[in-house]
């Protein structure tokens, strides 16, 4: 990252983004080098201010109520390149160097990986690795 640590250090970068009224901000991380979309998650501010000082990539997962450094647990880390604000200050745009190459759960380099085709959703991106090798078997 080429951000300066007063930059960093600083909460008015973060008093500058519309949170929702639960504190969150959607982000959305894009390959830096394709300009492949990988995933969309949420950030708190926690989670965006550690991504900005570690270079790496945390979310707030909803579901579990804490932290996620992606990676943690499938090693499919993502190295923050850039992060940018749109517009309307509501939404974060990761650029990143995936790790492993893999972004989804589900194996694939992508979490958009279905299509709508004739009222259906398809999958027609490869599952790169099986889930159960990446996480084991639960």
């Not at 992060?83 to 939404?91: A, H, K």
């Given at each position: 990252m080429q951000e300066s640590s007063a930059t960093v250090d600083s909460p008015d970068w973060l008093n500058a983004i519309r949170w929702t009224e639960d504190g969150l901000v959607p982000a959305i991380a894009q390959d830096a080098e394709t300009g492949e979309i990988l995933m969309m998650a949420w950030m708190n501010r926690e989670s965006l201010r550690l991504t900005a000082e570690e270079g790496h990539a945390v979310y707030w997962s909803r579901s579990r109520g804490k932290l996620w450094r992606k990676g943690e647990t499938s090693g499919h880390q993502q190295v923050v390149?850039?992060?940018?604000?749109?517009?309307?200050?509501?939404?974060?745009?990761?650029?990143?160097?995936?790790k492993g190459g893999i972004a989804c759960h589900t194996g694939r380099r992508s979490c958009f990986y279905r299509t709508l085709k004739d009222g259906a959703w398809v999958a027609v991106d490869p599952v790169i690795k099986d889930p159960d090798a990446i996480y084991g078997n639960n």
């Open positions: 390149k850039d992060i940018r604000l749109d517009c309307d200050e509501d939404v974060i745009l990761l650029k990143v160097e995936q």
